[in-house]
């Protein structure tokens, strides 16, 4: 079955960074775009960071563009979100999206994995 494990989150100074890390199994990895979301306390899941199946493209909202970087090795089935120049306001708990994928032959599903804990905060 398709699972997703996120690593890496923790508590972390303003001007810090961090790496979060998914690992995706259970599907064919190299065929699907991947997501980065995340929800803090009181507000909806906001999309972070977008990258494309193979990794040529990437988008990210504006509120951490020039921050984060969002990667992906195909060969390992992960996906990576480098978090430079983190600020409070980035704290919330950090979602890798598998969006879309074919879980039979008519049926299209969004995955998850259980999320990762980011506070940011001096």
């Known amino acids: 079955q398709v699972q997703l494990v996120e690593s890496g989150g923790g508590w972390v100074q303003p001007g810090g960074s961090l790496r979060l890390s998914c690992a995706a199994s259970g599907f064919t990895f190299s065929n699907y775009p991947m997501n980065w979301y995340r929800q803090a306390p009181g507000k909806e899941r906001e999309l972070v960071a977008t990258?494309?199946?193979?990794?040529?493209?990437?988008n990210y909202v504006y509120s951490v563009k020039g921050r984060f970087t969002i990667s992906r090795d195909n060969a390992k089935n992960m996906v990576y979100l480098q978090m430079n120049s983190l600020k409070p306001e980035d704290t919330a708990v950090y979602y890798c999206?598998?969006?879309?994928?074919?879980?039979?032959?008519?049926?299209?599903?969004?995955?998850w994995g259980q999320g990762t804990q980011v506070t940011v905060s001096s």
């Open positions: 999206n598998a969006p879309r994928v074919w879980v039979d032959i008519r049926s299209l599903k969004d995955f």
């Open positions: 990258i494309t199946n193979t990794g040529t493209g990437t």
